[in-house]
């Protein structure tokens, strides 16, 4: 046989070139955390676990400074980002990419922005009135010009605000699970094509946003060299050990589904797996990043730990599990483009440095977000001195 | 009443700014989706007969025929009556528009002939091939057949 | 009250009548589109045979292709590959497409194995999975069969190409837009056949008409084992294979 370069086996000619790249891994990745920061959020807000309240604020701007980034990567990504407007003037109600712009802006506006402004509507207008310089004149803008901020018009507030979270519950599976869907309805990919896929996709990202509030909301407070709230902390990880042991329960079972049913895939995927997924699948998505911190959380949940232990714990658990599910998002993405359609062959992946979908702007990418966070909380800072906003409470105090 | 109007007053500003942005949204989309969008599916009806409109490159052995009569009387009452004109001598569109201008190009014999008959397991059994070095010993095989009538 | 009310119902009359009017005249400019140069799409389906006994991996086609569609190097819309089987292994067959049989295959002299050629392209399916996933409406079926790229209004974000189960799409390197198999549709509508088919010299490849009742595709169908790939994927394609083996993919 002819060789190719880079191919093992036969695959189709078009094939050889994988289609989507690290950006494609970037996308669910972004949207992933916003979807799981808003769910902490809504953990508060609506199931009312008052324990999680100081992370509320700060999941909110977390999810918006990661939704203003999410769309980055794909724009970067398409061949003619110019007309990615097309999608909301002619969107083909068959696709389920047709859905991304309409499913963002509805999050973004509808549930993100109304209900951050609705939550700090009085400490806006409180800094409207008392800021000076550009900021104030910001704030003015923010407040839309309403400086109402009686009781009964905050508890108004507080009511809708409580709609806009029960209705963004919903609308975040949707922002992430579409995602899922548009992977798990390719019937021509083995590797994608499950129903599984929106859900497995939907509680990885919850992990993942619950990890990244719990290591951003840890961060903060050494920053501002306050003391962790302990109680916070540990039910986070709680809910982030739940979260994350459904995730790892629902791919176990897809693997072992695909196991025992050997289709005509399946000594093509498996063979994959044992050798050019095995670093990136096994090693880190599996043992490093899923098994290892759902271990480290499991322990505490079962023993008794110092605090300061269990804060260390936090650190590993949060940042093996953001590997983990970048890595996750990693295989199914190039995993599942580096087998043949044929079953007869493989590719490889090559990684650019300074290419226009390389690692440099993805790692630019990545930041990105965490330096809008940072301006967010500049502007609206999640914690008003001493005291933890409550909802529906008169202007916090300073 | 009139008191909790006021208390929740301030819900129809961030209203009428979704309400904006939705009314430019849809003025923008009408002037911007092209206009024979969705005529016949979801597509731009007009891409039609752009892709209709693209340039010829093969005439087609029609047109060879008509000009070429001689060679082609020859080929369709010889072996490769089934081979069209272009599969050897290359696209020649451009050529029939302009035949004094534009000549085809020169052909490689050698490599044309043995491109298809060169003999190779993977071809069926009814197929004419022949291994050139037992065959000719290496001749050129324009010394023996004319292509347009190859039988001997 | 009664002069306001008759002139809402003339004016609602006149809208209406306004309405059915431009609906007609859309209908009939409409129309005149469907049919316009002579060629009239709602009289033509397109389809393909191949007859795999009959292919002899000269790679006329692919060149033809390339030569009459401007398809870049690297990339294709139409390619041939080998395939050797031994014996009864029809799970491992052994498969080949050299810079997609561009230029030929090199000669195998193997008498112990099975081995022929399967000329692919893009099949034309009837319920294409790429036309469903596109987000915009730039990939589309035809009224006369065929499925095709507006590349002006193609976004480049190659969701197509991951749905396509054959490995028949791709993305031009130049126009960053996606690319593929028209069936030489500017060939088609003016009466010609396909490069690919016109360069055949063995006649493997026939353009079919499957709406013209004269067309030869009928006595194909009627009278051979015919066979589409993938056809558990229910896409169902129009180009019929004649002699396909199970081994193929």
């Not at chain 1, 790692?363 to 809008?372: D, E, H, K, Q």
């Not at chain 2, 029609?62 to 020859?74: I, L, S």
């Not at chain 3, 006149?14 to 005249?25: I, Q, R």
């Not at chain 3, 034309?124 to 590349?151: I, K, M, R, Y």
Request: net charge positive.
């Amino acid at each position: 046989m002819t060789p190719v370069p880079g191919v093992e086996g036969f695959m189709y000619p078009n094939e050889v070139e994988l289609q989507w790249s690290i950006l494609i891994v970037l996308y669910p990745f972004i949207t992933g955390l916003v979807a799981g920061a808003f769910i902490l959020a809504s953990l508060e807000r609506v199931f009312r676990v008052k324990a999680v309240r100081p992370t509320y604020r700060l999941s909110l701007l977390t999810a918006l400074a990661f939704l203003l980034v999410a769309p980055l990567p794909l724009q970067l990504h398409l061949g003619r980002p110019e007309r990615s407007f097309e999608m909301f003037l002619t969107p083909h109600r068959s696709s389920a990419m047709a859905m991304f712009g309409f499913v963002y802006l509805w999050y973004l506006l509808v549930v993100l922005l109304a209900e951050i402004w609705l939550d700090y509507r009085a400490d806006i207008v409180r800094m409207a009135l008392t800021e000076r310089g550009w900021r104030r004149w910001v704030y003015r803008a923010l407040t839309l010009g309403s400086f109402n901020v009686s009781e009964a018009s905050l508890r108004i507030d507080d009511r809708v605000g409580y709609a806009i979270t029960v209705i963004g519950i919903p609308s975040a599976f949707l922002l992430h699970g579409y995602v899922g869907f548009i992977f798990g309805s390719v019937k021509a990919n083995a590797w994608w094509s499950t129903p599984l896929m929106p859900v497995v996709f939907l509680f990885s990202a919850m992990s993942s946003g619950i990890a990244a509030v719990l290591l951003i909301y840890m961060v903060a407070m050494r920053l501002q060299r306050r003391p962790l709230d302990m109680d916070c902390a540990d039910t986070v990880a709680k809910y982030l050990f739940y979260v994350f042991l459904s995730d790892f329960a629902l791919e176990l079972l897809d693997l072992v589904h695909r196991i025992y049913e050997a289709d005509e895939s399946f000594r093509s995927l498996d063979f994959m797996v044992h050798t050019r997924l095995w670093t990136s699948q096994v090693l880190i998505q599996i043992l490093l990043g899923t098994c290892l911190p759902l271990a480290l959380l499991a322990a505490v949940q079962l023993w008794k730990w110092s605090a300061p232990a269990r804060t260390r714990i936090y650190w590993a658990a949060g940042f093996l599990t953001l590997v983990g599910i970048f890595a996750m998002r990693w295989n199914v993405v190039i995993g599942g483009q580096l087998f043949s359609k044929s079953y007869l062959g493989y590719t490889s992946y090559k990684l650019g440095l300074v290419t226009r979908e390389g690692l440099l702007p993805s790692i630019a990418l990545m930041l990105l977000p965490f330096g809008i966070l940072w301006i967010l909380i500049r502007l609206l800072p999640p914690w008003m001195g001493k005291e933890i906003p409550g909802h529906g409470a008169s202007p916090a105090t300073s | 009443m009139n008191r909790k109007w006021k208390d929740a007053a301030h819900l129809i500003r961030p209203a009428v700014v979704f309400l904006a942005g939705l009314l430019i949204f849809l003025g923008l989309r009408s002037a911007l989706v092209p206009s024979d969008f969705g005529k016949w599916g979801h597509y731009r009806a007009g891409a039609l007969e752009e892709i209709r409109s693209k340039p010829l490159r093969y005439a087609g052995k029609e047109t060879c025929a008509g000009c070429h009569v001689e060679q082609a009387g020859q080929w369709e009452a010889g072996k490769h009556a089934r081979v069209a004109c272009e599969a050897c001598h290359g696209p020649a569109a451009a050529h029939a528009a302009d035949f004094d201008k534009v000549k085809p190009a020169r052909l490689d014999i050698a490599s044309l002939c043995s491109g298809c008959h060169e003999k190779d397991a993977a071809k069926p059994s009814w197929f004419r091939q022949v291994a050139s070095a037992e065959h000719s010993g290496g001749a050129g095989c324009e010394g023996c057949h004319q292509p347009h009538h190859p039988k001997l | 009250m009664d002069t306001s009310r008759r002139e809402w119902l003339t004016g609602a009359g006149k809208l209406f009548v306004l309405g059915f009017a431009t609906a007609a005249g859309v209908e009939t400019s409409g129309q005149a589109s469907l049919n316009s140069g002579g060629y009239d799409v709602r009289k033509h389906y397109w389809a393909m045979t191949i007859d795999i006994e009959k292919c002899i991996g000269c790679g006329n086609c692919v060149r033809a292709c390339e030569k009459e569609n401007g398809v870049p190097e690297g990339f294709f819309r139409t390619w041939v590959e080998r395939y050797e089987i031994k014996g009864a292994d029809l799970e491992h067959p052994q498969v080949s497409s050299p810079d997609g049989g561009k230029h030929g295959f090199p000669p195998s002299n193997r008498a112990d194995t099975k081995q022929f050629f399967v000329p692919k392209l893009c099949n034309h399916c009837q319920d294409s999975p790429c036309v469903q996933v596109c987000p915009v409406g730039a990939t589309f079926d035809s009224p006369d069969g065929v499925v095709l790229v507006d590349e002006s209004y193609c976004l480049g974000c190659r969701y197509c190409v991951q749905a396509c189960p054959y490995g028949c799409r791709y993305i031009h390197p130049e126009k960053r837009t996606v690319d593929k198999c028209t069936l030489c549709y500017h060939r088609i509508t003016r009466g010609l056949t396909t490069a690919c088919c016109e360069a055949c010299p063995t006649q493997a490849r026939v353009l079919a008409d499957l709406a013209n009742p004269a067309d030869p595709v009928h006595e194909f169908l009627r009278t051979n084992k015919v066979q589409v790939l993938k056809p558990h994927m229910a896409t169902r394609p129009k180009v019929f294979y004649r002699g396909l083996d199970g081994a193929v993919r």
